[in-house]
């Protein structure tokens, strides 16, 4: 079966990809979808065996766990083992937007997504088509689109150039805004703790939570 690119700026597609991209997902299908830092693959967080695909198609291992994407701030409600001052402060200054956060997970959640020591890696990301999507499909994990070792892709033919028909549906929703990956923070342990500094600077980020910078980039 070959793969499609739909080109979702124009009415008449975004339409047809979405209802496309959300087939797919419950079918246990891979994705490439937009986000605001850089196009993604995607699978339906809850199910194994697509994970599974996803991490099988970047050819990753799974050391490093699958960040899950959210299309709302309800969501992550159900997704964690609780709700903390610092996770509503980071999620209402920064969401939709470039900020991941790791936080411990809901212990019922059905989900294999790596290695994640009992916690899950959260975004809800400032894109239109994405948001749509993740608000009809449900949490998805999401990973950048390119295969391990290559750069992220920042369009879906450069997406397509990585995965070419391993993925069957490309949802193309133009060149990634930010064009580099979401800052990671890690709110799991006794302190936060900046894993990866890219989208959103430490600065920033110890602005809301009245942290200095570095004690945030402390590892």
Known sequence: ?????????????RE?????????????????LPTDTVYGIGADAF???????????????????????????????????EFSDTAKILVEAFWPGGLSIVVPEAP?????????????LLRMPNQPLALELLQRTGPMAVSS??????????????AKQQFGDAVGIYLDGGDAQVGEPSTIV??????P???????????????????????????
């Open 1 to 13: 079966m070959g793969s499609k690119i739909y080109h979702c700026l124009e009415p008449d597609e």
């Open 16 to 32: 047809a990809g979405l209802s496309a991209a959300v087939d797919a997902v419950q079918a246990g299908q891979c994705i490439v």
């Open 47 to 81: 199910n194994n065996d697509a994970v599974a695909k996803l991490l099988a198609t970047k050819r990753r291992g799974p050391d490093m766990p699958v960040p899950v994407l959210v299309g709302s701030w309800t969501t992550i409600q159900g997704l964690v083992r």
């Open 108 to 120: 019922s959640l059905p989900w294999n997504l790596g290695d994640t020591r009992g916690t899950v």
């Open 145 to 158: 689109a390119n295969i391990s070792g290559n750069p992220p892709a920042l369009n879906a033919a450069n």
């Open 186 to 191: 890690d709110i799991s342990g006794p302190q």
């Open 193 to 219: 703790v900046i894993l990866r500094e890219a989208a959103i600077s430490a600065e920033r980020i110890g602005e809301v939570l009245n942290l200095d910078p570095e004690q945030l980039r402390r590892r």
